[in-house]
């Protein structure tokens, strides 16, 4: 029996289930961006704060999430911390927590970088006219810093949905987990099914990462 | 008797162990304008951002209408309303319309009504010759344009007390008038108090009731403005002027 490769992605519910996966996918980078980016401000606010011991504390938090390779960190809150601290939950949750606190990481960087990038003549002229620190943050430093950091922040973006794709190690049902499953199902039938699937896959990502990053080198292009 | 705005008495200022002020003393009453004047790095700017809390002193005493401002006020933010400054790079913010730019103080710090501020903004861009550039963004104006707006908006929180640093000298010499004129129709129609430091000779001499004559962080001389341009007290002072006109 001759087979048309491109089968495979269409025999039984393959392709809904390929885009289940990809829904998980993106489902997971999602919300950890969601967290991530709202705890990142927090923490990058706190970063540019005069206090010493906290801006420390921040620093090594950051250096953590970025020194450790995301197959460790995921490793660490799919089989190690939860046994340390008796914390049983499902592999999606665990993962959307270890992303989004590598993404708050991050980001609290590029908010922080955005921040001491405003020039200091606009917080004085700020003062001048006697806004307090709260108004000056609010007013002049917080919308000037979300136009300057949002190329950084799409990369950001997309690096998350790229690294998604390590979801399979803790057995995450994502779109590459599901893949994989189907081409071994379907070893027999479609011997070139890797391809194929992977193929499809390699489509998917770029589709959801392209239009992102595309945006990013827009941005980042008015701003120079 | 005249109304006295500012006093301030023996205000040192040091950069960690380097001293730019010495005991700085002056009055300046109500409706009076003076010009401070000095070579480069003589501490001009250092001691207009004394005054309005933008860097802190040392050691004296500054009171303003009457009442003592210690070096860390808290109640710094309340008392710039009625100190108003506009810088040399006027510093409007890009993220806001003129019209948003000049209301951002009467709106969030003074919580006055929209309606009764907006009224009042176009006025006196109105007055300035910009009232079309209401809607306009900061980076489609001139830099003549964008320092008019940055006087309009230190003029909407009402202040009673202007300081000018150097206005002029990041402005095409063609624009330099309409704000020189600006500066001096604040004084002839408001009998607005001010404090200027700025490069245009001309001008002090014109519009200063008295001129601080500052070198190396001391003021050498307080003299009357037609009398500093005649024959000005010191030497010092002399060579400067000198050095100004050639
Ligand atoms: N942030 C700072 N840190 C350390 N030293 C400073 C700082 N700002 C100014 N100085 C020093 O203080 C002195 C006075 O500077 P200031 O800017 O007040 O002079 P100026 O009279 O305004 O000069 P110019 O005419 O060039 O504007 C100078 O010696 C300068 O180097
Ligand atoms: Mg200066």
Redesign the interface.
């Known amino acids: 029996m001759v087979h048309l490769g491109t089968n495979i992605l269409f025999a039984g519910n393959n392709f809904v289930r390929l885009l289940e996966g990809l829904w998980t996918t993106v489902w997971i980078a999602i919300c950890a961006l969601i967290i991530g980016l709202i705890l990142g401000t927090g923490l990058g606010i706190l970063r540019t704060s005069k206090n010493r011991p906290v801006r420390i504390l921040l620093r090594l938090y950051l250096e953590f999430f970025r020194i450790v390779p995301s197959v460790v960190l995921l490793f660490l809150f799919y089989y190690i911390l939860p046994r340390q601290l008796n914390l049983n939950l499902p592999a999606e949750q665990m993962a959307v927590l270890a992303f989004a606190l590598w993404v708050a990481a991050e980001f609290s960087d590029i908010v922080r970088g955005a921040l001491i990038s405003v020039p200091q003549h606009q917080k004085e002229s700020g003062l001048a006219l006697g806004l307090n620190g709260w108004q000056l943050f609010r007013y002049v430093l917080l919308p000037q810093a979300l136009v300057l950091e949002l190329p950084a922040t799409i990369n950001l973006a997309t690096r998350v949905v790229k690294t998604t794709s390590l979801l399979m190690l803790i057995s995450v049902m994502d779109v590459i987990n599901i893949g994989q499953q189907i081409i071994e199902a379907n070893r027999q039938t479609y011997p070139n099914g890797i391809f194929w699937i992977y193929g499809i896959i390699f489509l998917f990502y770029f589709i959801v990462d392209y239009p992102l990053s595309l945006w990013a080198r827009r941005l980042a292009a008015k701003q120079h | 008797m005249p109304e006295q705005i500012l006093k301030i008495d023996k205000l040192n200022k040091y950069y960690g162990q380097h001293q730019v002020l010495y005991d700085i003393s002056f009055e300046i009453q109500k409706g009076e304008v003076v010009a401070l004047l000095g070579p480069s790095g003589s501490g001009k700017s250092t001691l207009i951002r004394c005054l309005?809390?933008?860097e802190q002193f040392q050691s004296g005493f500054l009171f303003f209408g009457g009442k003592q401002i210690t070096p860390q006020e808290k109640n710094?933010?309340?008392?710039?309303?009625k100190i108003?400054?506009v810088?040399q790079?006027y510093?409007?913010?890009?993220?806001?319309s003129v019209l948003d730019n000049i209301l951002?103080?009467p709106l969030?710090?003074?919580k006055r009504q929209r309606a009764e501020a907006t009224a009042e903004a176009l006025k006196l861009l109105q007055r300035v010759g910009l009232e079309k550039y209401a809607e306009v963004y900061p980076r489609q104006l001139s830099g003549g344009q964008k320092q008019r707006v940055?006087i309009v908006?230190?003029l909407a929180?009402h202040p009673e007390l202007m300081l000018f640093d150097e206005v002029t000298a990041s402005l095409d010499p063609e624009m330099v008038r309409g704000i020189l004129e600006i500066i001096r129709e604040l004084s002839e129609r408001d009998n607005m108090t001010m404090i200027i430091v700025t490069h245009e000779m001309n001008f002090a001499a014109q519009i200063a009731d008295r001129i601080l004559f500052l070198e190396e962080g001391r003021i050498l001389e307080q003299t009357p403005g037609k009398e500093f341009f005649q024959h000005a007290k010191t030497q010092r002072a002399r060579e400067f002027l000198e050095s100004m006109t050639f």
């Open positions: 309005n809390g933008l710094w933010p309340q008392l710039r309303q108003g400054m810088f790079s510093d409007l913010f890009p993220n806001l951002l103080g969030k710090v003074q940055a908006r230190a929180l």
